[in-house]
């Protein structure tokens, strides 16, 4: 004969137990359902908009708030105030993208495009050279179609305190050079590889990730450059510029052809054929190999102008060419499949 159910004290220590466990599921819960736009519980990291503000912050807190503390009362040359500051720039990001790297992105130093050896060492410098070769050729089309003539050769500027041109120009070379190094590693290595991480959603192929996060740094690097972009059309051309870059990037998974091009750009630009001397703010300040005078429409000859962009096509075409001769072929290397998580 079967015993009659005895009904469970509900202040047995069993049942205490279990309504203990359910608050206790129920908090946990809901800290995971609070967290779950800034923790990526399945890769154990923040996720990428997170990842890419936090370094995105850290870096222009170390590159636009403390260099002008320690430098700023200095009476430095430009072109040494600027290769000092950009020095330490380049600490500042290397550090973050140390801690980034171990700490957040879970991921080694490497990935960022850093693996540094001979080949990447080639591919830097074919990246100058393209970058050198396409400049002095826009400064030939001004020249031969009457919008520019050269006023100046090694002229040394006219800013206080100006070094002799050719201590100004190895200033100025390391300047930009560091420059290369520390906005490829931020807005390529670690802003495009985490967003394009970030981007993989269920509708979105690996392929349109990557794209998607090209064209988020891109859009990023064009606003960072917003003080150099008078109009809209300027401010385009710097998104144009973070494409080609970000593209180099992509094809080789590394940031050797993107710093060549970045570098060799700003000096050839700037130092050795004078294209910025167009604006009224820059012209017959900083010392240049070669000082041209402008006289053409502004639409082709200002800094975004049509020979300009011309410029920037033909860098991208020649170094997509450089890469599919070297690779062997074209293809899309960065791939957010191979985070290390």
Same mark, same amino acid.
């Given at each position: 004969?079967?015993?009659?159910?005895?009904?469970?004290?509900?202040?047995?220590?069993?049942?205490?137990?279990?309504?203990?466990?359910?608050?206790?599921?129920?908090?946990?819960?809901?800290?995971?359902?609070?967290?779950?736009?800034?923790?990526?519980?399945?890769?154990?990291?923040?996720?990428?908009?997170?990842?890419?503000?936090?370094?995105?912050?850290?870096?222009?807190?170390?590159?636009?708030?403390?260099?002008?503390?320690?430098?700023?009362?200095?009476?430095?040359?430009?072109?040494?105030?600027?290769?000092?500051?950009?020095?330490?720039?380049?600490?500042?990001?290397?550090?973050?993208?140390?801690?980034?790297?171990?700490?957040?992105?879970?991921?080694?130093?490497?990935?960022?495009?850093?693996?540094?050896?001979?080949?990447?060492?080639?591919? *830097?410098? #074919?990246?100058? /050279?393209?970058?050198?070769? $396409?400049? !002095?050729? &826009?400064?030939? @089309?001004?020249? +031969?179609?009457?919008?520019?003539?050269?006023?100046?050769?090694?002229?040394?500027?006219?800013?206080?305190?100006?070094?002799?041109?050719?201590?100004?120009?190895?200033?100025?070379?390391?300047?930009?050079?560091?420059?290369?190094?520390?906005?490829?590693?931020?807005?390529?290595?670690?802003?495009?590889?985490?967003?394009?991480?970030?981007?993989?959603?269920?509708?979105?192929?690996?392929?349109?990730?990557?794209?998607?996060?090209?064209?988020?740094?891109?859009?990023?690097?064009?606003?960072?450059?917003?003080?150099?972009?008078?109009?809209?059309? *300027?401010? #385009?051309?710097? /998104?144009?510029?973070?494409? $080609?870059? !970000?593209? &180099?990037?992509? @094809?080789?998974? +590394?940031?050797?052809?993107?710093?060549?091009?970045?570098?060799?750009?700003?000096?050839?630009?700037?130092?050795?054929?004078?294209?910025?001397?167009?604006?009224?703010?820059?012209?017959?300040?900083?010392?240049?190999?070669?000082?041209?005078?402008?006289?053409?429409?502004?639409?082709?000859?200002?800094?975004?102008?049509?020979?300009?962009?011309?410029?920037?096509?033909?860098?991208?075409?020649?170094?997509?060419?450089?890469?599919?001769?070297?690779?062997?072929?074209?293809?899309?290397?960065?791939?957010?499949?191979?985070?290390?998580?």
């Amino acid at each position: 004969m079967s015993k009659p159910d005895v009904p469970r004290d509900a202040d047995s220590p069993s049942n205490q137990q279990s309504v203990a466990t359910r608050g206790t599921d129920r908090r946990r819960q809901f800290t995971r359902t609070l967290l779950a736009p800034l923790w990526n519980r399945t890769e154990h990291r923040p996720r990428a908009l997170w990842r890419i503000l936090g370094a995105f912050v850290l870096v222009a807190v170390g590159s636009q708030v403390l260099p002008p503390v320690l430098f700023g009362n200095r009476d430095l040359p430009p072109s040494v105030l600027g290769a000092a500051q950009n020095a330490f720039t380049v600490i500042i990001v290397l550090l973050v993208a140390v801690v980034w790297a171990w700490n957040v992105d879970r991921r080694r130093l490497t990935d960022y495009g850093l693996d540094v050896g001979p080949e990447w060492i080639r591919d *830097a410098a #074919a990246g100058a /050279v393209i970058a050198f070769l $396409v400049w !002095g050729m &826009a400064l030939g @089309v001004h020249l +031969s179609v009457g919008w520019a003539h050269i006023s100046a050769v090694l002229s040394p500027g006219v800013a206080a305190n100006a070094l002799p041109v050719s201590q100004a120009l190895i200033a100025f070379s390391v300047q930009f050079l560091l420059v290369g190094i520390w906005e490829e590693l931020l807005f390529r290595g670690i802003v495009l590889t985490n967003a394009a991480e970030g981007l993989q959603l269920r509708w979105l192929s690996e392929r349109g990730a990557v794209l998607a996060g090209l064209g988020t740094s891109s859009l990023l690097f064009g606003v960072v450059h917003v003080d150099q972009a008078a109009s809209l059309p *300027a401010l #385009a051309f710097w /998104v144009l510029m973070g494409v $080609v870059l !970000g593209s &180099a990037y992509v @094809v080789t998974d +590394s940031l050797a052809v993107p710093i060549g091009l970045h570098s060799a750009t700003n000096l050839a630009f700037n130092n050795v054929y004078g294209l910025s001397n167009v604006r009224p703010e820059t012209a017959e300040i900083a010392a240049t190999v070669l000082r041209p005078e402008f006289t053409g429409p502004a639409r082709f000859v200002a800094v975004s102008g049509l020979v300009n962009v011309g410029a920037v096509v033909l860098i991208a075409v020649l170094s997509i060419g450089y890469v599919t001769v070297q690779r062997r072929g074209l293809r899309m290397r960065l791939s957010p499949a191979d985070s290390v998580s």
